[in-house]
């Protein structure tokens, strides 16, 4: 599904992303943890190229996209991406914010996009917000709201750049809910995230990052109960109590 | 005769003798016209300055158009808006009969340089995270700009480009300078004729004052509209 060789990122002169070398398959559930710092954030997005690496090459369903030839917005519609502070458009109401894009594309109708957008709506609960506009949402149903958004795109894959890190403690549960039911439907998932319980119960693989580079690469029940580097111990013993 | 009536006097002298009242109509006309498509001009102009930069600020290789933008704004806003008017219409179009087009030329170059400033400002305030949105769903650059970036930094800035639009109007007061009846030299042709200062000058003062009261409400209530998305 996704390939990424010899990752390197640049900002400035501080090296963000150190060599990363990963294969993810189809229907994996990748979880990216490390230390504030660490990269993982800049690796998500480098995977969708909001940010442009500095070198290396990142290959998706086959395709090179870090070539200059790709057509990146082709691209980037069967990667949908959640962000940490939700990004939805706050001067369109909810269903404009999920229709927009694949009507706008002319990927569907616009009577297809909003079929579709209710549809979703529904499975996440929020089809009475359909009207309402980001402001007046809590944060967990904007989060949910910018799920929707990026499934209306029906992508491959899905990127979620720390979904739950901006919330209040009682909103994230129904975050994580949606989430899980994306994951046991079979979507490839790669996560950024601090909630090492999501991590454990959802990864199919962890990911420990540090300093740029991927220090760890192993099943959630195998990373964090033996972890082999000193830093992923030291990291862990400190989420994890 | 008394106070009054001299004043009900110089009333008549001033704007129905000679129906003197159409200097001020056809110079109120001019103004408005003049106000009207400099502002469409100014707007314009605005957005592509704006624009400019943003994208030299993304492309390094394109710092060109910071400079030219740069450029532009430092001289229209370093020099007084009379004496471009004045280079425009005895200078560079020497052979415009029409002073109207020239000033509308004029006024709508001069507010291009600060309508710049201020989209610009309006479209760096909106959040990094919007563009990333876009881009992340397949939006293109443009696209995102156009229906996501811009409505929003439009409903920031729209007091500031009210305000512009308000300094416009009564910056074509000086549009006489280069021979266009606007309703401050309608006002002073009258004073020409019958040697009575007060009553045109106030007359046209309030209808500038009017004019600017009708558009700032005009304003409040578009801004009141754009703002229900805000409501929470």
């Not at chain 1, 710092?37 to 990142?58: A, D, H, M, V």
């Not at chain 2, 006309?29 to 993304?58: H, Y």
């Amino acid at each position: 599904m996704i390939e990424v060789r010899n990752l390197v990122k640049d900002f400035g002169n501080n090296r963000v992303l150190d060599g990363i070398d990963q294969f993810i398959e189809k229907g994996e559930k990748i979880v990216v943890v490390g230390p504030s710092g660490s990269g993982k954030s800049t690796f998500l997005r480098c995977l969708n190229l909001l940010e442009t690496p500095t070198s290396g090459e990142i290959y998706f369903q086959g395709e090179e996209i870090t070539s200059p030839k790709v057509d990146i917005n082709k691209v980037r519609r069967k990667m949908g991406m959640v962000f940490q502070h939700f990004n939805l458009f706050p001067h369109m109401n909810v269903l404009d914010n999920i229709t927009f894009a694949p009507a706008h594309l002319k990927l569907m109708s616009k009577e297809e996009a909003e079929a579709k957008a209710e549809a979703l709506l529904k499975r996440v609960g929020l089809i009475d917000k359909a009207k309402a506009y980001p402001n007046q949402l809590s944060g967990g149903q904007k989060q949910r709201i910018a799920i929707v958004r990026a499934l209306a795109m029906s992508p491959d894959l899905m990127l979620f750049d720390e979904p739950t890190s901006a919330l209040d403690p009682e909103m994230v549960g129904e975050v994580l809910e949606v989430m899980k039911e994306l994951a046991e439907e079979g979507m490839t998932m790669i996560v950024v995230t601090h909630e090492m319980g999501f991590a454990k119960e959802v990864g199919t693989r962890v990911l420990f990052m540090d300093e740029g580079k991927i220090l760890e690469d192993a099943p959630p029940e195998e990373l964090f109960d033996n972890p082999k580097t000193d830093r992923a111990k030291e990291f862990l013993s400190k989420v994890l109590k | 005769m008394g106070f009054l009536g001299e004043l009900q006097q110089k009333f008549t002298d001033d704007f129905i003798v000679k129906d003197r009242y159409m200097e001020l109509v056809i110079g109120l006309r001019n103004t408005v016209t003049i106000t009207a498509f400099a502002l469409i001009i100014g707007i314009s102009i605005g957005l592509v300055l704006a624009m400019f930069k943003i994208i030299a600020r993304e492309k390094k290789d394109l710092k060109i158009l910071d400079v030219i933008a740069d450029i532009y704004i430092t001289v229209i806003r370093g020099t007084p808006v009379v004496l471009q008017l004045m280079i425009w219409f005895y200078v560079v179009l020497a052979f415009a009969k029409d002073p109207i087009p020239v000033a509308i030329l004029g006024f709508g170059i001069n507010s291009g340089a600060y309508v710049a400033e201020i989209f610009r400002s309006g479209i760096q305030s909106i959040d990094k995270g919007q563009m990333e949105a876009g881009r992340s769903l397949g939006l293109s650059y443009w696209t995102t700009m156009r229906y996501i970036i811009l409505p929003q930094a439009f409903k920031n800035v729209l007091p500031a480009l009210g305000n512009e639009f308000i300094a416009l109007l009564k910056e074509t007061s000086v549009a006489g300078y280069i021979a266009v009846h606007d309703l401050t030299r309608g006002a002073y042709n009258i004073r020409n004729m019958t040697y009575d200062s007060f009553l045109p000058l106030i007359a046209s003062a309030t209808i500038y004052l009017v004019m600017v009261m009708i558009i700032s409400s005009l304003l409040s209530a578009l801004e009141r509209r754009l703002r229900q998305s805000d409501r929470s």
